[in-house]
């Protein structure tokens, strides 16, 4: 028998304050700021690398600092060579987030620093995953379609790189402005569930890549990342905007998940998606694709009114990123090639002022009993 009091209890940690960060806060009433700074002010003008920069490091780089930061992510995104074979032996067929984080477990076998847990070391190593992170999406997805890798292009930027990758040429300007906002946007976002994982990894002081690797897993499901990927099955689905209220009522009179809604903490809106919405419309005008924007409106409006549930960023990622040409199976490592640099940042976080992450569980099982009738 339990002579201990009850400790307080809230099902799936919700409302819980698991620890402090200097990274990032979110605010329920839809804001988000990286170490004080507005995303909505950042995201339009800002380069990934500089936000990069600034989750890890605290404050805005000067231009030759973000120039160096650059020409260092750039220069880290080739993979060894036994990583590309590996990429290669997984079975056909593979998705890409496996492909992701089977690569970024072994590509910690082959960082010298590993386990050097220290400040310096681990900045070294959140710019090496934050550069190899992007290339195991890219070239895992060409290896599983039977496409050679290209070679990197040091002059461009991780977004610039993105396209370049995947494409074969060098994008537009304006194409590598909207990934920089979108991955600004995916950077980080305090305590969420695959930044949570990566902070318990890393709280045993276990090394980054490890936290990184759970970090990965964690994304995958739908319910966390995944659910960009799933919103756009959900588009396809629908296909027009006038079967968007319709369809929504069928699946919630069947009580399903709709992707791409609700929010553990946004509650009156995901401070994310206005930005967002606003790319997708800009998109569906220069792509002639202007049937998405207006389905994910029409399911917004309906889920309002029916479950008074607001959308979330991936709603309207899923249709960005098909317009800029990405397949749905990019979706969660797009996301993914940003949130490393977050990931990244709170490990740093975590290792500068390590405590062990160890809560108790509310035992629910059966009353002591002999063994065996002893
Ligand atoms: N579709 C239908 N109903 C939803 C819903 C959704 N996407 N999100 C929440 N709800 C319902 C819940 O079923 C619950 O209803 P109930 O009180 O009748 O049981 C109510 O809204 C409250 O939701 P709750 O389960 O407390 O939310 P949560 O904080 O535990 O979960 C999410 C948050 C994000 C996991 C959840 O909203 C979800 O599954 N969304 C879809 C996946 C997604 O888009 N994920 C990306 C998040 S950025």
Partial sequence: MTTEAKPAYSPGLAGVIAGETQICSVDP?????????DIHEMAEQASFEEVAYLLLNGELPSVEQLAKFTRQIASERELPAAVVKMLRLLPRGTHPMDMLRTGVSMLGTFDKE???????????????????????????????????????????????????????????????????????????????????????????????????????????????????????????????????????????????????????????????????????????????????IPICEKLEETMEREKQLCANVDLYAAPVFTMLGFPPQLNTPLFATSRVAGWCAHVVEQHDHNRLIRPRSLYTGPEMRPYRGA
């Fill in 29 to 37: 009433n839809a804001g988000l700021t990286y170490r004080g700074y």
């Fill in 114 to 292: 590993l386990n050097d847990n220290s400040h310096e070391a681990n900045i070294r190593k959140a710019i090496r995953l934050i550069a190899r992170v992007s290339t195991l999406a890219t070239d895992g997805w060409l290896i599983s379609q039977g496409e050679e890798p290209l070679e990197e292009k040091l002059d461009l930027t991780q977004a610039g790189n993105f396209f370049y990758k995947l494409r074969g040429e060098i994008p537009q300007t304006w194409q590598i402005r909207m990934l920089d906002t979108i991955f600004i946007l995916y950077a980080d976002h305090e305590f969420n569930a695959s930044t949570f994982a990566a902070r318990v990894t890393a709280s045993t002081l276990a090394d980054m890549y490890a936290a990184v690797t759970s970090a990965c897993a964690t994304l995958k499901g739908p319910l966390h990342g995944g659910a960009n990927e799933e919103s756009m099955r959900m588009l396809d689905d629908i296909k027009t905007p006038d079967r968007a209220e319709g369809w929504l009522k069928e699946q919630l009179a069947k009580k399903a998940k709709i992707m791409g809604f609700g929010h553990r903490v946004y509650k009156k809106g995901d401070s994310r998606v206005p930005i967002m919405r606003e790319i997708g419309r800009d998109l569906g005008e220069r792509t002639g694709k202007e049937q998405w």
